[in-house]
């Protein structure tokens, strides 16, 4: 296809994931003229010390955004897709705070806003969602969707290292930035689990929809004794309706083996998507990296190109819920004396909240008494645990970490 029409492109944005676009579409250039008729030629580069963004504009037809961030990203992408661009993008924190703003351009525009590579990487998770699914009703999403806290907790969980020497190792291999702060609090999870949320419940969802907590806190006990019940630990994305409601949060987990998200290891994210009419479908694969996020990066472009039809993103809006039903793991370090596992199980008792399991280990004087409770309300398991802050036997704060009870194989 010599005489293919040339389709030209304006790159915003030339770092890790801009760089690997750039060497990808050349290399992969005869699989887009087959795949589309088209030949990509890129029309110019726009960077900090590069470009003009007018120009480059004016003279293509697909922009991609790579710079990251809201700023100038969300006026750059804005401008193009007012000026009818296509537009791809990768960036999270983008489509999870200003999505709303930006759909209703590329709607009035008539022009397509893709943006696969803004979760989860390399896998097509998005796709899957807005297209095979859009008629699913889909009931759940659940999904470890940052590799740099899954990297430090396989870390953790493998070699029994401290949570900052696991930080500090994530970070000599590059799978955890300088500056860590996103990723570790859980807000880089919650960006993307606004978006998946959007895409599963066909509700406009944003960040601030999301409430997050993240790995900072966790101790390599708390990983030790979860052996103990088989549980694995995760900083899970979950995002769920409740009849006309949903919820949408982060926050570190315990998984049963059973549990599809469970054997997922390192820097790897996988995204477990459940309906009625489905069960249970899980995507898994490398969540960041230059070539796997220009990947995505390209999948998008080739789809623009190829015509597939713009897809209509929600403008209403589901109410939120904060008010759930979890089960829990507890960790308390108490005297070592007669009746103290009976206050324990009075304190739980009386907010009825039952007991699955415990495991009980002398420490001298001491002991410790790890449990993990039956689901109930969040709202009685943290009464339970401030009453037990006030119990005289109590030798440290009481640690508690979600567990997701739910095995599927
Ligand atoms: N890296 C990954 O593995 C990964 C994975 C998934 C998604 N993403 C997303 O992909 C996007 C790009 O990430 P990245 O890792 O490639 O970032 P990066 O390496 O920091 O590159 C950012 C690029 O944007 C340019 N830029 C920054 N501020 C600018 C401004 N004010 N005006 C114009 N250009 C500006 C930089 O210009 P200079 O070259 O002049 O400095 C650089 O070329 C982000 O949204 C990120 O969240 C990245």
């Known amino acids: 296809m010599s005489g293919a029409q040339p389709v030209r492109i304006g790159l915003l ?4 994931v801009g760089g690997a676009f750039l060497e990808l579409l ?60 296509h537009v791809v993008t990768a960036n999270k924190q983008l489509i999870a705070q200003h999505g709303d703003e930006l759909f209703d351009a590329a709607r009035q525009a008539g ?34 969707v940052n590799g740099t806290t899954n990297f430090i907790l396989t870390e953790m969980a493998s070699t029994g290292a401290a949570y900052s020497d696991a930080l500090g190792r994530a970070q000599e291999l590059g799978y955890a930035e300088a500056d860590p702060t996103e990723d570790v609090n859980g807000a880089d999870a919650a960006a993307k689990m ?17 409430a997050y907590e993240g790995i900072e806190a966790i101790q390599p006990d708390d990983l030790a004794y979860a052996k103990e019940f088989g549980l694995s630990l995760k900083l899970l994305g979950v995002a769920e309706r409740h009849g006309g409601e949903i919820s949408v949060r982060v926050f570190p987990c315990f998984l049963y083996r059973g549990h599809p998200l469970a054997p997922i290891e390192g820097a790897f994210n996988a995204v477990t998507v459940e ?19 220009a990947s995505a990066v390209l999948g998008d472009v080739v789809s623009i190109i190829a015509g597939e039809a713009p897809v209509h993103m929600p403008r209403d809006r589901l109410s939120v819920t904060r008010d759930l039903d979890s089960a829990f793991y507890l960790h308390l ?41 039956h689901q109930c309300p969040e709202s009685r398991f943290y009464a339970a645990l401030s009453e037990m802050a006030g119990l005289e036997f109590l030798r440290a704060q009481p640690r508690a970490i979600r567990v997701i009870e739910e095995e599927f194989v």
């Open 194 to 210: 606004a978006i998946l949320a959007r895409l599963a419940f066909h509700s406009a969802v944003s960040l601030d929809d999301v």
């Open 333 to 373: 370090e108490v005297a070592d004396r007669p009746g103290v596992l009976a206050g324990v199980a009075d304190v739980l008792g009386r907010n009825e909240v039952s007991v699955k399991s415990v495991v009980q280990w002398g420490l001298g004087e001491d002991a410790r008494l790890v449990m993990v409770m």
């Open 26 to 85: 050349s290399r992969r250039e005869a699989a887009v003229v087959a795949a589309t008729g088209r030949r990509p030629r890129i029309a110019g580069v726009v960077r900090r010390s590069e470009g003009d963004f007018d120009e480059v504009v004016a003279d293509s037809e697909i922009v991609v955004e790579l710079i990251g961030g809201t700023d100038p990203a969300r006026e750059y992408v804005l401008r193009a897709l007012r000026e009818g661009r």
């Open 111 to 144: 022009v397509q806003l893709r943006f696969e590579a803004a979760v989860a990487g390399a896998i097509p998770v998005i796709r899957v969602m807005q297209e095979s699914l859009s008629a699913t009703e889909i009931t759940r999403v659940s999904g470890i």
């Open 275 to 293: 309906a009625p009419a489905i069960t249970e479908i899980t995507m898994s694969g490398p969540g960041a990296g230059g070539t796997e996020t």
């Open 13 to 16: 944005g030339r770092g890790t």
